[in-house]
């Protein structure tokens, strides 16, 4: 047993895993896995950020990515079918772009200087900064979305409670997260960039999102599992970019050279490109984990409590 307490219900956790900047925990009694980083704070989270999100171009040009994108949105549509959104997080603007052209009034929030600029460019607005730096006004989003971002914050209960100050009284959170039960990502136990990218601060399960969500004032409306073609790729790579140590590394530092690009699009492409080519497995692989919960994402939509 570990001294660290459970940062969600305060309860003792058990170590399952010890690295030299942190350490892996799961909650005793809630389930909840997170990483320990001794006072953990906004300025901590921002360093282990830093030279991470350099890499808008790039993943911009993955067009696989876009029909993940459209399937997020008609899941979405089942729940508000059009109103005002603000997504937080929107990196290069994929989810942005697809649900202004399915009807939605949107408007982004990133805490990447690249991203904000590269959506700008696009046509997007898109504000720079955390939640907490910007002054929207209360009560005016129909619904706010993000995706993959709630791992990254340093309190994810605080984060969740503020998003009510902005939802109508109707409103909804529409997030995806990785899945910490996420079979796909247990072949390779922790030594892979889920756990090892130096952000990546809570892993939910089913359960442990919807603590959150009911603790944070939602009703949670559902919680569906998803494992595209090209996840059980991204883990593999990710598996080594670890062992190799490159998770680790500052990719802003990495040469800019045509031949470095071109080099950094094809290993960008290449977990879609296997996805692709033997769909019949990764589609029918899909299939199954998804139907046990046991996808690499979970895809959630909660309204807020009246």
């Known amino acids: 047993m570990s001294d660290v307490k459970c940062p969600f219900c305060g309860s003792a ?68 079918s059009s109103g005002k959104l603000l997504e937080i997080g929107c990196a290069t603007g994929a989810f942005l772009n697809e649900a202004k052209q399915q009807g939605f009034d949107v408007i982004g929030l990133d805490a990447s200087v690249n ?110 599992s998803k494992e595209y073609t090209h996840h059980i790729f991204n883990t593999i790579k990710g598996y080594f970019r670890y062992k190799n140590g490159s998770v680790k590394t500052d990719v802003s530092k990495e040469s800019s050279t045509n031949k470095s690009g071109i080099k950094k699009q094809l290993k960008a492409k290449l977990p879609h490109v296997m996805g692709t080519v033997l769909y019949p497995f990764t589609r029918s692989y899909g299939l199954v984990l998804e139907k046990g919960l046991k996808g690499h994402e979970l895809i959630a939509v909660a309204k807020k409590k009246s």
């Open 115 to 224: 991203y904000t600029k590269f959506t700008n460019e696009l046509g997007l607005e898109v504000r720079h900064g955390r939640l907490e730096d910007v002054a929207f006004e209360k009560e005016q989003f129909d619904v706010i979305a993000f995706s993959h971002l709630l791992e990254h914050i340093e309190n994810p209960l605080t984060f969740l409670e503020e998003l009510k100050t902005y939802l109508k009284p109707d409103g909804i959170i529409f997030l995806v997260v990785p899945n910490v039960d996420s079979s796909t990502n247990k072949l390779l136990g922790y030594s892979h960039s889920t756990y090892q990218q130096p952000d990546h601060l809570f892993f939910f399960s089913k359960t442990t999102l919807n603590n959150y969500l009911d603790k944070a004032g939602f009703v949670t409306q559902k919680i569906i």
């Open 13 to 80: 956790t058990e170590e399952l895993w010890k690295e030299e900047m942190f350490t892996l925990h799961k909650c005793t009694t809630c389930t909840l896995v997170f990483k320990h980083i001794p006072k953990l704070n906004r300025k901590m989270v921002e360093e282990l950020q830093a030279g991470l999100y350099t890499d808008e171009v790039d993943r911009a040009k993955v067009k696989k990515l876009y029909t993940m994108i459209k399937d997020r949105v008609e899941i979405l549509k089942a729940y508000k």
